[in-house]
């Protein structure tokens, strides 16, 4: 019995890794018809703040940087949660953070990881974007 259940935990695990490279479907196809409002029927983030980006991060991010597209902020969570910033350590809870620390934190670990410049701009605007996006604590 514990090795069926071994079994079946190692084959979930590969079906989870095989779905994440699955590529995306286009952002072009429309989403599907609801009657329900989408400020009725809010999006769960994690607690640390470590999700891919979307329109509502971008358009936080655009209040402070004219530049950010949704490509750049794909791109820094990308080495944030997935590449340059995890060969060290896991990532940080985004929230922990002011902007400024953060600031101050990518700086410090892009020289230490050997990023770009490019890369180091995607991750400070992916991370501030999420820090822009943060939800409100209710009152």
Do not use: F
């Amino acid at each position: 019995m514990r090795t069926l259940k071994l079994i079946l935990l190692a084959l979930m695990g590969t079906i989870i890794v095989m779905s994440c490279k699955i590529p995306r479907k286009s952002s072009a196809s429309p989403a599907p018809a609801s009657n329900t409002p989408l400020a009725a029927n809010p999006v769960s983030k994690p607690a640390d703040g470590i999700y891919p980006p979307g329109t509502e991060e971008l358009l936080a991010i655009q209040v402070q940087y004219k530049d950010a597209t949704l490509l750049k902020l794909e791109e820094g969570y990308t080495l944030y949660a997935k590449g340059a910033c995890i060969n060290c350590h896991v990532a940080s809870n985004i929230y922990v953070h002011d902007q400024w620390q953060w600031i101050d934190i990518i700086e410090d670990m892009a020289r230490r990881a050997r990023i770009t410049d490019e890369q180091k701009d995607a991750v400070t605007k992916y991370v501030l974007a999420i820090k822009a996006a943060q939800p409100k604590a209710p009152n």
